[in-house]
């Protein structure tokens, strides 16, 4: 079968709060040699559609609420940036020295909301929040990339996770357009005529898992990867998708 | 930057115990005109392994323990594979209807020990464990794929695993050997010069999902993909370094 490859896009300026960020994406394509085409997948980081999107707020203009005192003090962490983490976050999940993990507004079960305090440009210390409905960012994206290109796309956004009972952070998908982010194989025969075992595939966390292995090749440098030749059958499912329910899950 | 490739290799014979996998593989290479070089890292489906490695267990040839049968009536499954669950496990994580969490006995927290029934040839009733030590398969498979090829390679595990929180199952590396499953970035300086917020990454896991993505494209089969491009620094660590030890676990 045909090869799948992932192509790294490197040289993307740093993002200024009301970029055109497919514009700044397409000149990348364009300097890589790369032209969009049917079928095509483009991954896109968290960091870079918050940047673009003005999610990112001086720590300076934050004054926490006693909860944030409080917690702060449990997690041993700036209060100004645990009081933003409360206001994007609808639950908190455990809270422990160094670790903050809540449900955040999306129903992301997540460390800090999602709130990151590296790699954000300036000297002042800032807080940069996960974009305001990331499923809509991945929608606008691929609409205005699919106008540039006249081609069938699809575009997701990944974060890099941490998860429970395993080391190590890997990438996840927090908006999608265009693919299954969770594709359901209910029914599917196996290679022996049965039903199979596994019945959803969380697609959308592949793809950005694969990124992100590129993504982490080279620094913080890749901060969008081109996914081509895959060929994912199933109907458009949004990241909201991938969000377990809570009478489903039994770790919270 | 230079390209990351996927191949998904297709058209394996069905593998029987004490076949040799190594050889099975080089011929699906062979075939698909690929000729390992330094730098691959060959993605090898769990049940493939298992199966060369004869963990096949005829459920008839299994009695259940009382403990079995009275854990079999609460997740409503077969005691016999109830047993053979057990038998691979040191706890049981969660118990409810239709759903078995165990940690297995090497440490991995996981759906039914990864005891699969599908996807098993033959008529009868079985089970397919997971390999006795993965990553002493993937250093074994490893060496023997060197010799023939005269390059330094990698060999990654991977089974489909869910999580908490999450919908869908996804790749996860349980057998590693040539590259840092888990890789430590602690110091690291992000683009700004600061310590990264992010310390450890679970490369094994992103490999493993990014071969997943390529694996669940042609239903069940394609069991093996190698990438090849990846650029990962760092040193050799096995699948074992990605369990999380259970006095840093907050969720068990």
């Not at 639950?91 to 460390?111: C, Q, S, T, W, Y």
């Not at 000297?123 to 081609?151: K, M, N, Q, T, V």
């Not at 190590?168 to 196996?190: E, F, K, N, Q, Y």
């Amino acid at each position: 079968m045909p090869a799948v490859s992932l192509h790294g896009l490197e040289g993307l300026p740093l993002v200024q709060p009301g970029d055109d960020l497919p514009a700044l994406l397409c000149d990348a394509l364009d300097r890589a040699g790369l032209r969009l085409t049917d079928g095509d997948v483009l991954v896109v980081a968290q960091k870079i559609v918050s940047k673009a999107e003005g999610r990112r707020r001086p720590l300076a203009e934050v004054v926490p609420s006693p909860r944030a005192l409080e917690l702060a003090e449990v997690v041993r962490k700036d209060p100004r940036l645990v009081e933003v983490v409360l206001s994007e976050s609808r639950d908190v999940i455990r809270a422990v020295p160094n670790v903050l993990i809540v449900e955040h507004r999306l129903g992301f079960v997540m460390a800090n909301a999602g709130v990151d305090q590296s790699n954000v440009e300036g000297d002042e210390a800032a807080a940069l929040l996960l974009p305001e409905d990331p499923d809509a960012s991945c929608r606008r994206l691929r609409a205005a990339l699919e106008r540039r290109y006249g081609a069938r796309l699809a575009v997701v956004m990944n974060d890099s996770f941490g998860r429970p009972w395993r080391n190590g952070v890997t990438g996840v998908c927090i908006g999608a357009s265009g693919l299954p982010a969770l594709l359901d194989r209910r029914g599917a025969p196996d290679l022996f005529g049965r039903a199979l075992r596994i019945t959803e595939i969380a697609v959308g966390d592949e793809v950005a898992a694969a990124a992100s292995m590129v993504m982490g090749q080279a620094g913080e440098g890749i901060p969008a990867v081109l996914v081509r030749g895959l060929r994912i059958e199933g109907p458009d499912r949004p990241a909201s998708a991938l969000i377990r329910s809570r009478q489903h899950d039994l770790f919270r």
